[in-house]
């Protein structure tokens, strides 16, 4: 059975670093063609894509947030790990980890998605 | 600033068929496949559609998708009051490197 659960802080403050965990089970991210992603949305608003790995260590940012956010995986604990530089209160949103299913050359959807941690910047 | 585009709502009365567009671009839709997930309120998205016309097993068959050209559709047939969620429409951009979602459709049953 596969899970996915984001942690991390429910409330960070501006220009801090936001560092989110996911933790995954029923796959392993060194099988050949699995890939994990982040995606968030803002409270009413629409999803978001962030990033995405896969087991080949390459990696894949959204052009608008390329310079603040780092996507990295620590295969022995089975985790995702997404750092996100001088938070904003735009910011403000629902985190999402989702796993990526292959379904043929170039098709990819998100399969298993965590429950998302709202995380809030405030001062 | 999505590079997907959705009407923001959509509804109907219980047991009409519904359609969501959702319309892209040369580089995302014209290019790629569509998947299409449902929100129900105060939880995660889960995929209906994949690979533009596929449904996921455990997906009712009154979820279908279509795709032409650089839009792509989700039509939802019988349309029951566990329906009513917010809808997205994703998919790979060529130019952007990256995943794309759509702006969102708000499915009322009325």
């Known amino acids: 059975q596969v899970t996915l659960r984001e942690s991390g802080p429910a409330l960070v403050k501006p220009t801090q670093t936001l560092t989110l965990t996911c933790t995954f089970s029923?796959?392993?991210?060194?099988?050949?063609?699995?890939?994990v992603s982040w995606i968030r949305q803002p409270p009413g608003k629409a999803l978001e894509w962030l990033a995405r790995?896969?087991?080949?260590?390459?990696?894949y940012y959204t052009t608008s947030l390329k310079t603040r956010l780092t996507i990295s995986k620590d295969t022995s604990k089975n985790q995702v790990i997404l750092t996100m530089t001088n938070m904003d209160p735009v910011d403000t949103a629902t985190y999402y980890c989702?796993?990526?299913?292959?379904?043929?050359?170039?098709?990819?959807?998100?399969?298993?998605w965590g429950q998302g941690t709202l995380v809030t910047v405030s001062s | 600033q999505s590079v997907l585009t959705q009407p923001p709502s959509a509804s109907g009365t219980p047991g009409q068929r519904v359609v969501i567009s959702c319309a892209g671009g040369?580089?995302?839709?014209?290019?790629?496949?569509v998947n299409w997930y449902q929100q129900l309120p105060g939880a995660a998205p889960k995929v209906v559609i994949y690979?533009?016309?596929k449904r996921p097993s455990g997906v009712t068959d009154r979820f279908s998708g279509s795709k032409s050209g650089t839009s792509a559709s989700l039509a939802i047939s019988g349309l029951q009051s566990e329906d009513e969620a917010d809808y997205f429409c994703?998919?790979?951009?060529?130019?952007?490197?990256?995943?794309?979602f759509g702006t969102g459709t708000k499915v009322t049953v009325l």
């Open positions: 989702a796993r990526i299913r292959r379904d043929g050359f170039n098709r990819y959807y998100f399969d298993y």
């Open positions: 994703a998919t790979w951009d060529d130019s952007l490197r990256g995943h794309v």
């Open positions: 690979s533009s016309i």
């Open positions: 029923g796959f392993s991210l060194t099988i050949n063609g699995m890939s």
């Open positions: 790995i896969d087991w080949d260590d390459d990696t």
């Open positions: 040369s580089s995302n839709i014209g290019s790629n496949i």
